[in-house]
C-alpha cells in the first residue's frame, strides 16, 4: 500500500473525530469549539489536497480498510469525481470561520448549543466526504444518513418553531428517499450477493431477469431525486435553507444538495456499465424533470422579496441545469453538468455568505427593507452583484462555461428545445439580478438606518470576498475543472451511445 | 377524498415494486448469488480470518468495520442533533406571555420530579432486577463473539437498564452514572474505541482497522473486546443523555 | 406468476409493509402517527433485507462446537443491525423535533400547524 492512500480513511475520519471530540474539548469553555472545528478542517482540507494531487498525476485509486480484497470488504476508491472534496473542505472551512460571529449574534440560539453546532456541521461535512469516496453501496447509505440527520437538526438549531417545523418535513422527506435508497441497495444484494459498486455493476448483467434491476434503478433515482430537489419532490428546500443560519444554508445549498447527485452519478457508473436496462428511458424523464426545474424554480425566485428564499429556488433551477445535463448523456453536457456541480457551490455559498452579512449587519431579509444597503456595505453588497452574474452565467464568470456546455449538450444530442428552456431561465434570473441590483444601490432607502450600517466583520467578510473572488478566477480558468473531469465523464457515457 | 387518492397512487406504486420482487433469485434457494459469492467465503473462512466465531459480528467488526463505524457515527449525530435541538436557555421561567407563543398553552410542569408516581410493584422489580441486568449486559457485551450479543446489543440493554432506573428512582439519583466531566468521553467512546483499535490495526498490519487474525489471536480478541465495550459503553451513554436531555424540558 | 409471489411472499410483504407505511406518512394528520409510519416502513426494508438472508434449512451464522450444516448469510443480519441503529436515530431526532414543536405551537396536526406558519 502506499503512503498516499491512507490519506483516504484519514480524510473521513478526521470530521468525524473531530465532532466526536467537540463536546469533549468545549466542556470548560464553549468558545473553544469553533477554533478546535477550524483545525479540525484545516486537517481535512490538508488531506483533501494530497487526494486529489494524487488523483491528478495518477488517475483514481483505491484503498482497502483491514485490507480485505474487495468485494469482500469494503473499498474506498477516488476517482475525478472525488475532487468534489475539495469543494466540501473549501466551503466548509470557510462556514466554520463565518460561523463564529454568526453564531453568536443569533438571539434565538441558546448559547449551551453551540458547540453541539459545530459538531453537527463536522459530521455533516465528514459524512459528505465519506460519501463521494466510498465503493461500496451500503457504506454509501450509511454515510447518507450521517449527512443528512446532521442537516436536518442543523435547520432547526435556531430554535425559532418555523425553523423545527421546516425540519421536520426535511426530516420526513428525507428519510423516505434514504429508505428508497436502501430497499434498491438491497434488490441489488439480492441481485449479485455484492455490496461493492465495480463488483456489482459487473454481476448484474448476469442476473436471470432484467424486472428487479430496473426496480432498483427507479428507487435510486427516486431516492437520490428527492435529495437534489429534483421537480415534483423539491418541496422540503425553500422552507428549509431560507430559514437555516446563512452559513448553514451555504453549506446546504452548495453542497448538501449536490449528493444527491453524486449519487446519481454513482448510479450511472453503475448500470452504464452493466448495461443490463435501458437507460434511454430515465434519461429523457430526467431531462424533462430538470427543464422543469429550471424554468418553475426561477420563475419563483423572481417573484421572491426574501433573498434567502429566492436563493432557494434558484438552487433548484440550478439543480435543474445539472440533472439535465446529466440526463442529456451526451460528452459535453455531462462535462458542463460536473463542473457545475462545483462551480455552483462557489456561487451559492458566495450568496448565502453576503446574504448573511447583510441579515446580520442590519437585521433585515427582504429587498423592500434592504434597499440602498449598497452604498454603505459597499463589499458585501459587490459580492451578492458578482455572485449575482455568476448565476445569470454571464461570461468570465463561473456560471458561463457550465451552462454553455449542456447548451451545446442538448444541441449534440438533437434537443434543442431543452437548450432553449436553458437560457429561459437563465433570463428569469437576470430579471431578478436587475431588481436586486436597483435595490440595492439605486432605490431611495427605505430604513435610514441602513445607511448607519458598518460593513460586516472581518471573519464573514473573507469568506464571502474570497468565494466572490473564486467565481471570477473559476470563470477565467474554467477550462482547467473541465478538462480534469472529463476523463470521468466519458466512463459515465453508456457504452453504446453518447 | 384525499385518502381514496393517496391509496389510488400507492397501488399505483406497488405494482412495479411487485413485479421486481417477485422477479428476484427465489428465496432461501442455495444457489442464489446471495449464498454463493461474498457470503460462502464469509462462511467458509469466517472463523479463522475474522477472529470470531459469531460470524455476524466478523462482518460487523472485521469484514465491514467501515459501516460499523458510520454506524458508531450516526448514533452520536443523533445524540448531537437532539441536544443542538433541545437544549434551552438555562433561564428561569418566563412569563406566562412571552413575545415568541403562538398564544396557545406551553406544557407547564418544569418541576423536576423527585418522587415520579410509578407503582410500588414497578419500583421494587426495577430495583429488584437491576443488578442482574446490568450482569446481563456485560454477558452479552463480553460474549458477542461467540454467541449471538456484541456491543450494541448490550449497550441498548444498559441504555434501557437506565431509562428504567431514572424512571422508577428519579433523574437526582441515577445522574451520578453520568458524571459531568466524563460524560462527553463516554458519548464519544464508540468512536474513539474503533478509531484507536483502527490505528493498532494499522500499525500491526499495516492497513487501518486491520486485525492481525491469523497471526496474533490474542491481539485480534483484545482488539475486538476493546471495540465492543467502547460500542456498549457508548451506546448507552448516549440513549441515556437522549432521554436526560427530552426529560429535562 | 403466482407461482413467483408464492415463493417470494416473504419480500411480498416487506413491500406491502412498505407501501402502508408510506400511506400513513402521507395520509394522517398527526406528527406521531407520521413519525411511526416511517418506522413501519424502515421495519419493512429491514424485513427485506433479512429475509433475502435465509436460506431453506440454514443454521444461524455462529460457528463452534456442534454447529453444523448450511449457514444462513452472516451479511444481511449486519446490514440490518446497522439499519435499526439509523432508524432508532432518525426516531431520535425526530422525537426531538415534536416536542420543540409541541413547545412552541401547542399542537402537533399537521393541518393546524400549517395554519400557523
Excluded at chain 1, 460571529?101 to 458547540?115: D, F, G, H, S
Excluded at chain 3, 440454514?58 to 456442534?66: K, S
Amino acid at each position: 500500500m502506499h503512503d498516499w492512500a491512507h490519506w483516504l480513511p484519514l480524510a473521513v475520519l478526521t470530521p468525524l473525530l473531530g465532532a466526536v471530540l467537540t463536546p469533549v474539548v468545549s466542556l470548560r469553555d464553549r468558545h473553544v469549539a469553533p477554533w478546535w472545528a477550524l483545525g479540525v478542517m484545516t486537517v481535512t482540507s490538508i488531506a483533501a489536497t494530497m487526494l486529489i494531487v494524487r488523483v491528478a498525476l495518477t488517475g483514481p485509486f483505491s484503498y482497502l480498510p483491514g485490507g480485505w480484497m474487495p468485494p469482500y470488504g469494503i473499498e474506498l476508491r477516488f476517482d475525478e469525481f472525488g475532487a468534489s472534496i475539495s469543494v466540501i473542505c473549501l466551503i466548509g472551512w470557510l462556514a466554520v470561520l463565518y460561523s463564529l460571529r454568526y453564531t453568536e449574534w443569533l438571539r434565538e440560539v441558546p448559547k449551551p448549543r453551540i458547540p453541539y453546532y459545530y459538531a453537527l456541521l463536522l459530521l455533516n461535512l465528514g459524512g459528505m466526504m465519506g460519501f463521494v469516496i466510498t465503493g461500496d453501496l451500503f457504506n454509501l447509505f450509511v454515510f447518507l444518513e450521517i449527512l443528512s440527520l446532521s442537516s436536518y437538526a442543523l435547520v432547526a438549531v435556531s430554535g425559532e418553531h418555523i425553523a423545527e417545523m421546516a425540519a421536520f418535513k426535511y426530516l420526513l422527506m428525507g428519510a423516505i428517499s434514504s429508505l428508497f435508497v436502501l430497499f434498491a441497495v438491497a434488490i441489488l444484494f439480492g441481485l449479485t450477493g455484492s455490496l461493492n459498486m465495480a463488483d456489482v455493476a459487473s454481476r448484474l448483467g448476469d442476473a436471470e431477469s432484467a424486472a428487479p434491476a430496473a426496480l432498483a434503478l427507479g428507487m435510486l433515482a427516486v431516492g437520490f431525486m428527492v435529495k437534489a430537489a429534483l421537480f415534483p419532490v423539491h418541496i422540503w428546500l425553500p422552507d428549509a435553507h431560507s430559514i437555516a443560519p446563512s452559513p448553514i444554508s451555504a453549506v446546504l445549498s452548495g453542497l448538501v444538495v449536490k449528493i444527491g447527485i453524486l449519487g446519481m452519478v454513482r448510479v450511472y457508473q453503475i448500470y452504464n456499465t452493466a448495461g443490463v436496462v435501458d437507460m434511454h428511458w430515465l434519461n429523457q424523464v430526467l431531462v424533462w424533470l430538470g427543464a422543469i426545474s429550471i424554468v418553475m424554480g426561477a420563475f419563483f425566485a423572481v417573484f421572491q422579496d426574501d433573498i434567502k428564499l429566492m436563493l432557494a429556488y434558484s438552487t433548484i433551477s440550478n439543480i435543474g441545469y445539472i440533472v439535465m445535463g446529466f440526463g442529456l448523456s451526451t460528452n459535453l453536457s455531462i462535462i458542463g453538468g460536473a463542473v457545475h456541480v462545483f462551480n455552483h457551490a462557489l456561487i451559492k455559498a458566495t450568496l448565502f455568505f453576503a446574504a448573511g452579512c447583510l441579515i446580520y449587519r442590519t437585521g433585515y431579509r427582504t429587498l423592500a427593507d434592504l434597499r440602498g444597503v449598497g452604498r454603505s456595505m459597499p463589499f458585501t453588497t459587490v459580492a451578492i452583484a458578482i455572485g449575482a452574474v455568476s448565476i445569470v452565467g454571464i461570461p468570465p464568470t463561473a456560471g458561463f462555461l457550465c451552462k454553455w456546455y449542456i447548451a451545446l449538450g442538448a444541441f449534440e444530442a438533437d434537443q434543442p428545445f431543452f437548450g432553449f428552456a436553458l437560457i429561459f431561465g437563465a433570463l428569469f434570473i437576470f430579471i431578478y439580478y436587475i431588481r436586486m441590483v436597483n435595490a440595492f444601490y439605486f432605490q431611495p432607502v427605505t430604513h435610514p438606518e441602513i445607511l448607519e450600517a458598518r460593513e460586516a466583520p472581518a471573519s464573514m467578510l473573507f469568506p464571502t470576498l474570497l468565494l466572490a473572488a473564486l467565481c471570477l478566477v473559476m470563470g477565467v480558468l474554467g477550462r482547467i475543472p473541465l478538462s480534469f473531469i472529463e476523463p470521468a465523464a466519458q466512463r459515465l457515457l453508456p457504452p453504446l451511445g453518447g | 377524498m384525499k385518502n381514496a387518492f393517496v391509496t389510488a397512487l400507492l397501488v399505483l406504486m406497488a405494482i412495479p415494486l411487485l413485479i421486481g420482487v417477485t422477479a428476484l433469485p427465489p428465496h432461501g434457494s442455495a444457489d442464489a448469488p446471495m449464498h454463493t459469492h461474498v457470503s460462502a467465503r464469509y462462511v467458509e473462512r469466517g472463523e479463522e480470518e475474522a477472529g470470531a466465531a459469531n460470524l455476524v459480528t466478523g462482518v460487523l467488526l472485521n469484514y465491514r468495520s467501515l459501516d460499523t463505524v458510520g454506524e458508531v457515527t450516526v448514533i452520536f449525530t443523533a445524540l448531537v442533533a437532539v441536544l443542538g435541538v433541545l437544549i434551552s436557555f438555562p433561564a428561569a421561567p418566563k412569563p406566562p406571555d412571552a413575545a415568541g407563543a403562538a398564544g396557545t398553552a406551553r406544557a407547564t410542569d418544569h418541576a423536576a420530579p423527585t418522587q415520579p408516581q410509578v407503582s410500588p410493584v414497578v419500583g421494587f422489580v426495577v430495583r429488584l432486577l437491576a443488578p442482574f441486568i446490568a450482569l446481563f449486559t456485560i454477558y452479552v457485551i463480553v460474549h458477542g463473539h461467540v454467541s449471538p450479543g456484541g456491543g450494541f446489543q448490550g449497550g441498548a440493554i444498559l441504555g434501557g437498564l437506565f431509562i428504567a432506573l431514572t424512571t422508577v428512582l428519579g433523574e437526582n439519583r441515577t445522574r451520578c452514572l453520568l458524571p459531568r466531566r466524563g460524560a462527553p468521553w463516554m458519548r464519544g467512546a464508540a468512536l474513539l474505541a474503533f478509531v484507536a483499535a483502527g490505528v493498532i490495526g494499522a500499525v500491526l498490519t499495516g492497513y487501518f482497522l486491520g486485525y492481525p487474525a491469523e497471526t496474533n489471536h490474542l491481539a485480534t480478541e483484545l482488539m475486538l473486546l476493546g471495540i465492543e465495550i467502547g460500542i456498549g459503553l457508548g451506546g448507552a451513554a448516549i440513549f441515556a443523555t437522549i432521554f436526560l436531555q427530552m426529560e429535562e424540558e | 406468476m403466482l407461482e413467483a409471489v408464492w415463493t417470494n411472499v416473504d419480500y411480498v410483504a416487506s413491500v406491502v409493509l412498505f407501501c402502508i407505511g408510506l400511506y400513513i406518512i402521507i395520509a394522517k394528520n398527526n406528527l406521531i402517527k407520521k413519525l411511526l409510519g416511517l418506522n413501519i416502513m424502515e421495519t419493512a426494508v429491514f424485513s427485506f433485507i433479512v429475509a433475502l438472508g435465509v436460506l431453506d434449512g440454514g443454521e444461524p451464522p455462529i460457528m463452534g462446537e456442534g454447529a453444523t450444516g448450511p449457514y444462513s448469510s452472516p451479511i444481511p443480519q449486519a446490514l440490518v443491525l446497522t439499519g435499526i441503529v439509523v432508524a432508532v436515530s432518525t426516531t431520535a431526532l425526530a422525537l426531538g423535533l415534536i416536542i420543540r414543536i409541541y413547545r412552541q405551537c401547542g399542537t402537533i396536526e399537521a393541518d393546524e400547524l400549517r395554519e400557523m406558519e
